[in-house]
């Protein structure tokens, strides 16, 4: 079946831009993680959903990030004013479960984000 | 401290031959540990979760020590295709957040 996609894969914009980065999770999957990861580095938390509630931001570096998975399924990260520091892979899982103990977490391909 | 920390590497090793990656983390009250295999320009992948008991899946074998706070992954046989960057991954003990370690880079050689 489909895995984890998301879109688009490479996202090349200047310095100050908006960026909107889409995932699409698989059917019927529960949770949703957004994760940064730099080259050489493993992935790092950003936000998590349950449904359509985000359950926890903590990961989020400051308020020009934002995440919303309005409609249970698809979710979008969104980075206003973006700066070259935000340039890493943002990587999108899902998972069937509520509890990230009970089931692994797919992950999706990613989208490489470079800001010039 | 790092929350979750590993061999630096790389690992270097021919086929055939027994290697072992070690991990540690911070927070006592975590309570799941896991390995996940990451290729080269591929998204991270489930190998194994780690229990207290130990468990073992074919060549791999996972070890848990809470009170050293100390995960190990034990690669037997190794072949090409282990060839990868392994993640120690701990679940924190009062979220749902999964932290990552760098990973530790495998290469197997012919």
């Known amino acids: 079946g489909a895995g984890v996609s998301q879109s688009p894969r490479y996202k090349v914009t200047k310095r100050g831009q908006d960026v909107a980065l889409r995932c699409d999770p698989i059917?019927?999957?529960?949770?949703l993680y957004w994760y940064r990861q730099a080259l050489g580095q493993g992935p790092e938390f950003l936000t998590y959903?349950?449904?359509?509630?985000?359950?926890?931001k903590s990961g989020l570096p400051n308020d020009r990030f934002s995440a919303e998975r309005p409609e249970g399924s698809i979710s979008t990260l969104t980075i206003q004013r973006t700066e070259q520091r935000d340039s890493a892979m943002y990587r999108c899982?899902?998972?069937?479960?509520?509890?990230?103990?009970?089931?692994?977490?797919?992950f999706g391909p990613g989208t490489r984000l470079t800001v010039t | 401290r790092k929350e979750v920390e590993q061999d630096p590497g790389p690992f270097n090793v021919p086929e055939g031959a027994t290697v072992a990656f070690n991990c540690t983390y911070s927070?006592?009250?975590?309570?799941?540990f896991f390995w996940y295999r990451q290729d080269c320009r591929k998204e991270p992948k489930l190998l194994m979760s780690?229990?207290?008991s130990g468990n073992e899946d074919g060549r791999f074998t996972a070890q848990l020590n809470r009170a050293s706070q100390y995960i190990s992954l034990l690669i037997r046989d190794s072949k090409l295709s282990d060839s990868a960057t392994y993640l120690c991954?701990?679940?924190?003990?009062?979220?749902?957040?999964?932290?990552f370690g760098k990973g530790t880079l495998l290469t197997v050689n012919p």
């Open positions: 899982a899902s998972s069937p479960s509520r509890d990230p103990a009970d089931y692994e977490q797919y």
């Open positions: 059917s019927g999957h529960v949770s």
């Open positions: 959903f349950n449904y359509e509630a985000q359950q926890d």
């Open positions: 927070n006592s009250a975590s309570q799941s």
């Open positions: 780690v229990y207290s």
């Open positions: 991954v701990v679940l924190g003990g009062s979220n749902y957040k999964l932290t």
